[in-house]
Nanobody
Framework: QVQLLESGGGLVQAGGSLRLSCAAS????????MAWFRQAPGKEREFVAG???????TYADSMKGRFTISRDIAKNTMYLQMNSLEPEDTAVYYC??????????????????WGQGTQVTVSS
């Protein structure tokens, strides 16, 4: 079983940057599919970016060119570098892990383990 803990959220002005971290424990993330999702107030949880065991990546269309997903196997940690942030990016960001390591799916059901989330607030 994998435990996930997000950090790095906070308040930033529009146009600014943040880097989120997702520290995993219990198992190595090297063979897991990993992803970031986010949920804004009153909205459904949505896919942000995913990375699989072979470092294949996929992004939601609105994040392409602004967000970068990566991972450090030695630190058992996944990251989300977010640049050119917009007020519409305000949400709780969650990391997730799935046992189907080859997947970069945007579907919530693909992922078996979830963190508690970290709040990102972008002011205009």
């Amino acid at each position: 079983q994998v435990q996930l803990l997000e950090s790095g959220g906070g308040l930033v002005q529009a146009g600014g940057s943040l880097r989120l971290s997702c520290a995993a424990s219990g198992r190595t993330i090297s063979m897991y599919a990993m992803a970031w999702f986010r949920q804004a107030p009153g909205k459904e949880r949505e896919f942000v970016a995913g990375i699989n065991y072979a470092s294949g990546r996929t992004y939601a269309d609105s994040m392409k060119g602004r967000f970068t997903i990566s991972r450090d196997i030695a630190k058992n940690t996944m990251y989300l570098q977010m640049n050119s942030l917009e007020p519409e990016d305000t949400a709780v960001y969650y990391c997730a892990a799935g046992v189907r390591g080859s997947s970069t799916s945007s579907q919530l059901r693909t992922y078996d383990y979830w963190g508690q989330g970290t709040q990102v607030t972008v002011s205009s």
